[in-house]
Antibody, heavy 121, light 107 residues
Framework: QLQLQESGPGLVKPSETLSLTCTVS??????????WGWIRQPPGKGLEWTGNIYYSGSTFYNPSLKSRVTMSVDTSKNQFSLKLSSVTAADTAVYYC?????????????WGQGTLVTVSS | DIQMTQSPSSLSASVGDRVTITCRAS??????LNWYQQKPGKAPKLLIC???SLQSGVPSRFSGSGSGTDFTLTISSLQPEDFATYYCQQSYSIPYTFGQGTKLEIK
């Protein structure tokens, strides 16, 4: 059974960089059939797609965040990561990592449990 | 960006009721439409992909339909475990976008 687990600081100061890692177990991150994504959810609000990364390192980011987002993948550790720079209170959210199926139809079929990141001084 | 609009935003219903949630895209997305269920404090769970394809393990009382710009999620007979928030998501073009959610509550 595939599992994803987010990890990283739960508190980040304004203007600093948020860094999260997603560890994948029960399957390989190095598959051409899948991509790996980050989706966030501000408290009490809806879901926002942040971006996707393929094991090759190819990335697609949400234009609303593009200048601040960097994603990377470490196939040796079966992990992928998210960095979001210059954070503000608006970046406070539960951050989910997820697996996307790269077939004729794209969808996220496995999700991590999510981790709350609060931006506050 | 493609805007996804769900209706209603909230819905009260009883166990055994038939419920329909609508999702409208701001432009045609073919059948690139997914439905997720989210319970409080939990990650979203994929119910339906490609507008009408039921994910493995999801009860058959859930069904999806539509193509182009208009889509529906139907629950044929509500069960207690179905009370949750439902989101549609388009995967036709980047940025992927979600509807604002429909909160299904017990009447």
């Amino acid at each position: 059974q595939l599992q994803l687990q987010e990890s990283g600081p739960g508190l980040v100061k304004p203007s600093e960089t948020l860094s999260l890692t997603c560890t994948v177990s029960g399957g390989s991150i190095s598959s051409t059939n899948y991509y790996w994504g980050w989706i966030r959810q501000p408290p009490g609000k809806g879901l926002e797609w942040t971006g996707n990364i393929y094991y090759s390192g190819s990335t697609f980011y949400n234009p609303s965040l593009k200048s601040r987002v960097t994603m990377s993948v470490d196939t040796s550790k079966n992990q992928f990561s998210l960095k979001l720079s210059s954070v503000t209170a608006a970046d406070t959210a539960v951050y989910y990592c997820a697996r996307g199926l790269s077939s004729s139809w794209n969808y996220f079929d496995y999700w991590g449990q999510g981790t709350l990141v609060t931006v506050s001084s | 960006d493609i805007q996804m609009t769900q209706s209603p935003s909230s819905l009260s219903a009883s166990v055994g009721d038939r419920v329909t949630i609508t999702c409208r895209a701001s432009q045609s997305i073919s059948s690139y439409l997914n439905w997720y269920q989210q319970k409080p404090g939990k990650a979203p769970k994929l119910l339906i992909c490609a507008a009408s394809s039921l994910q493995s393990g999801v009860p058959s009382r859930f069904s999806g339909s539509g193509s182009g710009t208009d889509f529906t999620l139907t629950i044929s007979s509500l069960q207690p475990e179905d009370f949750a928030t439902y989101y549609c998501q388009q995967s036709y073009s980047i940025p992927y976008t979600f509807g604002q959610g429909t909160k299904l509550e017990i009447k």
